[in-house]
């Protein structure tokens, strides 16, 4: 990959996930400030059909600014990462696909409460980069890795219980579900068409 096709790539793609980090923000200010936070009970309530939605909804929503904060750094780089390995498109697709992955198993494994924040959906990114750079011997690969380890290394600390407060099994369960999907590319596959027969499914109801 020569500097011209980087270069290009941060500008074009920066703008995007810029744009997505600062949407999610400014909702997250209106639900804090004008809503009192009321919105947060659309996170994930393990084993409860009312939070089947907070699958879809739980990455987005954030109790705090430092929350929000501590995911966003780490979502914005590690997006960088996979769209240097792959593209744009898939990049897209795999974030979407660890998204529910971890989602369904905080729902169907974690304490009961309210799960929210993207904490899980980067413990997946993680775990997805952590295996797929180590098994795909590259230079890119191996700087990527490198990264990992110097600058995100935190992130393994979040998978042992230290604060009752803390989602610590959906970092756990998010890790778990970045290494399989991994481990296992074709569930991206699964996913992909469960997904466009459910958009097919809503097109028709509509």
């Known amino acids: 990959m020569d500097l ?3 270069s290009e790539n941060i500008q074009y793609y920066g703008q995007d996930v810029t744009t997505l980090l600062t949407y999610v923000y400014i909702a997250n200010f209106i639900n804090w400030y004008v809503f009192k936070g009321v919105f947060l009970f659309l996170g994930i309530h393990p084993r409860k059909l009312i939070g089947l939605i907070g699958i879809f909804l739980a990455p987005i929503l954030h109790a ?3 929350h929000f904060l501590l995911n966003a750094l780490p979502f914005f780089c590690m997006t960088f990462m996979m769209i240097l390995i792959f593209d744009f498109e898939i990049a897209q697709i795999l974030l979407q696909a660890l998204a529910v992955f971890s989602g369904i198993l905080i729902w169907i494994f974690a304490r009961p409460g309210i799960h929210v924040g993207a904490s899980a959906l980067v413990s997946a990114m993680y775990g997805w980069l952590l295996y797929w750079t ?3 011997p590259s230079f890119l690969n191996f700087s990527i890795l490198m990264t990992l380890f110097i600058y995100f290394s935190s992130i393994l600390t ?3 219980p230290n604060d009752p407060k803390i989602s610590w099994e959906g970092h756990v369960l998010g890790f778990c579900s970045g290494i399989a999907t991994a481990r296992w590319p074709q569930w991206l596959e699964y996913f992909v068409t469960v997904k466009n027969e459910a958009l097919d499914f809503f097109d028709y109801l509509i």
Do not use: E, K, N
């Open 158 to 160: 979040g998978l042992v």
């Open 64 to 66: 705090s600014t430092d």
């Open 134 to 136: 180590f098994h795909h």
């Open 4 to 6: 011209i096709y980087f």
